[in-house]
């Protein structure tokens, strides 16, 4: 029974959250604004390359919903860009809900925006069965991590639209295989675009942004903007 019980709240947690994130995503529409999930774990690069779209997609007006445990480390970063920025601290969570994110939406001029990036916390397990609204899900992995860490963790990659491999130029250095990582990601997704690419050195950074580029302009029109 204490089994059965335990599940039962659990799916009714996530029920819950399916709710609000609905509630969410309606808000986004109704505002016309395409909001990015970026998703990945801490050091795989996901705070880089949201530096590096805001920094080159200036024909949008962007914000940014920086998600962490404790500090607002990344949510300085993104201000020192003279965006607009809300830090979610979790506490003890180990990922972004649609409760937390639906109030940091209250919080940004929607009307004066046309794409939102939303960091989630830095891991690949908490964050897959919490949907938060956006229209967009991105999975960033690092070659560093391993060539089986894509395979390890499924459950993200098969409700991503997008996987992104980086740091690509360190791969012969830490014996990783991008490739594999790409066909392990496509089996998981049959649907999945995936890139690879390097922050660091630029290696297919425009296709990072041109992914971007064509999400943004599917922004609803509803608004009348």
């Avoid at 109704?30 to 990015?36: D, F, L, S, T, W």
């Avoid at 919080?107 to 891991?123: A, H, K, R, S, T």
């Avoid at 993200?156 to 392990?184: C, H, T, W, Y």
């Avoid at 496509?186 to 690419?197: C, I, S, T």
Wanted: proline share 3%.
């Amino acid at each position: 029974m204490h089994r059965v019980s335990e599940v039962e709240v659990q799916e009714d947690l996530l029920q819950a959250n399916r709710e609000l994130a609905e509630r969410n995503r309606r808000l986004l529409e109704e505002k016309g604004v395409v909001a990015v999930e970026v998703s990945g774990a801490i050091g795989s690069g996901k705070s880089t390359l949201i530096e590096l779209a805001v920094g080159e997609l200036k024909q949008y007006r962007i914000a940014a919903i920086a998600g962490d445990v404790v500090a607002s480390l990344d949510a300085e970063r993104f201000r020192r860009l003279g965006i607009e920025v809300v830090p979610l601290n979790t506490g003890r969570e180990c990922h972004l809900d649609a409760h937390l994110v639906g109030h940091a939406l209250e919080q940004l001029p929607l009307e004066e925006l046309d794409l939102i990036f939303v960091e989630n916390v830095g891991n690949l397990i908490c964050p897959a069965d919490f949907e938060l609204g956006a229209q967009v899900r991105v999975v960033v992995v690092s070659v560093t991590e391993g060539d089986d860490i894509v395979a390890k963790h499924p459950g993200i990659f098969r409700r991503a639209q997008l996987a992104v491999i980086n740091k690509i130029d360190l791969a012969s250095f830490v014996g990783a295989d991008p490739e594999k990582m790409a066909r392990d990601a496509r089996r998981l997704n049959p649907e999945l675009e995936v890139l690879q690419l390097s922050a660091r050195t630029g290696e297919n950074l425009s296709s990072w942004y041109g992914f971007l580029r064509r999400v943004a302009e599917l922004k609803p029109t509803s608004s009348g903007r």
